[in-house]
């Protein structure tokens, strides 16, 4: 096994719509390759992330080569997911899926900034593959429980800053630190992101593959 599959990170499982509020990226030293994380507003980091959904649109946008963007729906949002000739398999995979497709993705946040100031999120995969049905509800109910383990973290650091207890041992939470000078979202809007994410499951898709 090659140091780097030793020190690789996990890959957090998030839905799309807070992805997409995860603007914000940093590394933590300053080593050339330190790894870039982004901040997840429930007051985690992410420098990979796994999520689940459909596989709405597939286009090639590429100039001079191939380099295939994916929509990838889930119950709260899109995610953007490109893959060019650094992505082999990645952008095989989109190329030669037929839309609508369930898929499960793992990768690397990126974020770019418009001219107008406005910073877009989205993914370089490292793998994707064709899933079914099941996989993407259990990712859902999977990821709403982890999603819910970081917002009551996040509350719990909270509470400590509003009112700490006389020589408590509470843990310090730097992210959610981070989450707090940086983010301006209540992580509440996140909690109701859980709720809608899991109300989904109980209806019928209109463009959930057959």
Do not use: C
């Not at 807070?18 to 330190?34: H, I």
């Not at 630190?177 to 899991?198: C, F, G, K, T, W």
Request: charged content about 30%; proline content about 6%.
């Amino acid at each position: 096994m090659s140091q780097a599959e030793l020190t690789r990170e996990v890959a957090r499982r998030v839905f799309a719509s807070e992805f997409n509020d995860s603007t914000y990226t940093f590394k933590e030293s300053d080593d050339e390759r330190a790894p870039n994380y982004a901040l997840l507003p429930t007051g985690d980091r992410a420098n990979r992330v796994f999520f689940v959904g459909t596989l709405t649109e597939t286009e090639d946008v590429g100039e001079d080569s191939e380099y295939w963007r994916g929509r990838v729906v889930d119950p709260t949002g899109t995610f953007f997911v490109y893959a060019g000739q650094y992505q082999p398999e990645a952008a095989s995979i989109l190329r030669d899926t037929e839309p609508p497709a369930y898929v499960a993705v793992v990768g690397k946040p990126r974020t770019y900034e418009t001219e107008d100031g406005t910073v877009n999120v989205s993914v370089r995969p490292e793998s994707i593959a064709v899933v079914d049905a099941a996989t993407r509800d259990r990712w859902v109910v999977e990821t709403a429980e982890r999603t819910l383990d970081r917002i009551e973290a996040f509350e719990a650091w909270e509470a400590e800053q509003e009112a700490p207890e006389s020589g408590s041992t509470a843990p310090t939470n730097e992210y959610a630190q981070m989450v707090h000078d940086r983010y301006d979202s209540p992580v509440e809007n996140y909690r109701r992101v859980v709720i809608q994410a899991l109300e989904q499951l109980e209806e019928t898709d209109a463009e959930a593959p057959a």
